[in-house]
């Protein structure tokens, strides 16, 4: 049977199908976003980058003690490519699964996917609540407030700018530029 490449509007239909939690969608969006982003960077198929992206947490909300595994079950059975399945499972390397991210699209997901959501908290903390106005610098001050967007795994990211051989400034400051292009969609286009 030929593998489904799956087209935006499907994936996102089987997304809100498994997820109805607004800030996960958003997370979900902004993730797409970045990855969009980085496979422009890299001169990868943004699509394919940005599907991956926008699934990356379908299983989270349903079945938060299979995160990482239940998703595998899932795209298995709308016949997903097994690539597009593994680098969703990979972003959960060393946290919720043993799957480890070994493409370069793996291993920016694993990076950005913790990033976004210390950036994004970043922003809301701006007073103009505005992903366009937020830079490197003021993720970095946040960065070292351990107590500031705790839930946000700080040595994941750091793991993963060790494994793509970037800078975590690089990285932080492409990140805010994939996030800007969803300001909107992602609750971040603030009052500016």
């Not at 995160?67 to 490519?81: A, Q, Y």
Request: charged fraction near 30%; aromatic fraction near 8%; include cysteine.
């Amino acid at each position: 049977m030929e593998k489904n490449i799956p087209e935006r509007e499907e994936a996102f239909a089987l997304l809100l199908e498994y997820n109805k939690n607004d800030r996960l969608i958003k997370h979900a969006l902004s993730v797409e976003a970045v990855m969009r982003h980085f496979a422009e960077i890299f001169n990868e198929d943004p699509e394919k980058w940005g599907t991956i992206g926008l699934m990356h947490d379908l299983d989270y909300e349903m079945y938060p003690e299979e995160h990482c595994k239940k998703v595998r079950e899932i795209l298995s059975g709308s016949n997903w490519p097994e690539e597009y399945i593994h680098a969703i499972e990979s972003h959960g390397y060393g946290l919720c699964c043993d799957v480890e991210p070994v493409e370069r699209m793996e291993k920016v997901l694993y990076t950005i996917d913790e990033l976004t959501g210390l950036i994004a908290a970043t922003a809301l903390m701006r007073p103009s609540k505005s992903i366009m106005d937020t830079e490197t610098k003021s993720v970095k001050k946040k960065w070292n407030q351990k107590g500031f967007a705790a839930g946000a795994n700080r040595e994941v990211i750091e793991n993963g700018a060790g494994m793509l051989d970037l800078s975590l400034d690089y990285i932080i400051e492409e990140t805010i530029k994939g996030m800007r292009k969803s300001a909107e969609a992602i609750g971040l286009k603030g009052e500016l």
